[in-house]
């Protein structure tokens, strides 16, 4: 009998801190809610979520401890409230002021009136900041997870006509889910759906067109007929006045030295210009020798021969691929992987780890770590598993895919 009640004890000790983690959820209204944990604020699309159409959810929470975040997803507002664990349990009731997240954002980045195909973004928005790489895949649109309402600011860095180009602008982030959100870069940059002079050519073709409309056949026709008709009538009154002024504007012109032809004077008009005597042709400018100089030979650096890719030293740290995209590192930490999400994706190189190494900016200078990948991170060739800190010129090898470094 004993050892029974000792078993029934040893059982309700183990239930005791599952019942603890327990909270059951109240929403604002019935709908579809997405509940989840995570360790931090979530900046990707979550997994291992709980889905209800209810407007209460008896949410486990298995695993999740008091510090961790409660998410709660609205899937028709799209927006997102977020609470500690905690406190969800002593209060697990929702309010509509609580979703204040944006669960998505899209940020399109055009030129003109087509897609970019690659660009580096950044976006702020209160404190919180992200990252993301547009390739010819996304058609222009970089997405972004877990950001509040209100001002954001976004950073956008192209390669214009070989060029880092950064372009800074302000946004509103309202609490609309559909709205996509433009930023318009110079061009010519690469785009999604022609090359860059096509695309210079299709802006400036659209800006002529709405500068100068086209003109009115009918109107240009009349202006110049009146211009003719002016240019005649004032022939006409000049010959009028000659022919009955003949000796007087004759005498006139020959005050200011114009010979004006006279009766018998037969030899006017065949008789060749006899040139001034005081005149002498000039003495033919003489070109400048420079004794003992040779012209200095123009250096042509190396990486001046990768296609497309300025060798300019701009002060911006950059990756330069064999093909010759041009990859900006932002300050801080750029994550390269195959995984969706992280700093420099490369999610369909089957050599690169998931999270294979990692980029740190600070200022102009930039080290490179490996993070325990499979296939190794290399340096001119030599593998590196610490920080080591790259020169202008170097080759980096994440497995296969290699990638030089300009700054």
């Known amino acids: ?73 609205d899937a028709k507002s799209g927006l997102v409230a977020i609470r500690p664990w905690a406190a969800a349990q002593k209060n697990p009731t929702f309010a509509p002021g609580d979703f204040s997240v944006r669960y998505k954002t899209t940020v399109r980045v055009v030129s003109g009136e087509k897609a970019v195909a690659a660009a580096s973004l950044k976006i702020s928005a209160g404190k919180e900041t992200r990252q993301a790489l547009l390739d010819p895949s996304l058609d222009g649109n970089a997405t972004f997870f877990g950001l509040p309402q209100g001002k954001a600011s976004v950073e956008v860095q192209v390669n214009s006509a070989g060029k880092p180009t950064t372009i800074r602008q302000e946004l509103e982030l309202t609490a609309d889910p559909a709205v996509t959100y433009a930023v318009a870069v110079p061009g010519p940059v690469e785009t999604v759906s022609g090359s860059p002079a096509a695309a210079a050519a299709a802006t400036e073709t659209k800006t ?3 500068a100068a409309p086209a003109p009115n056949p009918v109107g240009t026709a009349l202006v110049y007929l009146i211009s003719i008709a002016a240019i005649v009538a004032i022939g006409y009154f000049v010959l009028q006045y000659y022919r009955g002024n003949k000796s007087a504007v004759d005498s006139k012109l020959e005050q200011l030295g114009v010979q004006v032809p006279k009766p018998g004077d ?17 003495a033919p400018v003489q070109k400048i020798v420079l004794d003992g100089t040779t012209p200095d030979p123009i250096v042509v650096p190396p990486s001046a021969a990768a296609p497309a890719v300025s060798s300019m030293q701009t002060g911006e740290p950059r990756l330069v691929s064999d093909s010759g995209d041009v990859i900006p590192l932002f300050d801080g930490e750029t994550i390269v ?25 600070l200022g102009t200078g930039v080290t490179v770590s490996d993070l325990s990948s499979t296939n190794g991170t290399y340096v001119n060739g030599v593998r590196v598993t610490a920080g080591i800190t790259l020169r202008p010129g170097d080759a980096v090898q994440f497995g296969s895919v290699r990638f030089r470094f300009e700054s």
């Not at 089957?350 to 740190?360: E, P, Q």
């Open 1 to 73: 009998m004993l050892s029974r009640a000792l078993v029934w004890l040893f059982f309700l000790l183990c239930l005791a801190p599952l019942a603890h983690a327990q909270a059951t959820l109240t929403f604002p209204a019935a709908g579809e809610h997405w509940v989840w944990t995570s360790a931090k604020r979530f900046d990707a699309e979550p997994t291992g979520y709980v889905k209800t159409g209810e407007t209460t959810l008896n949410f486990p929470g298995t695993g999740a401890k008091d510090t961790d975040l409660l998410h709660v997803l």
């Open 208 to 210: 002529n067109k709405e």
């Open 266 to 282: 037969a030899n006017m008009t065949t008789a060749p210009a006899q040139p001034d005597p005081g005149y002498s042709k000039p």
């Open 337 to 361: 992987g195959r995984e969706v999400g992280v700093g420099l994706s490369l999610p369909d190189e089957t050599t690169i780890s998931r999270r294979h190494a990692k980029l740190d900016r």
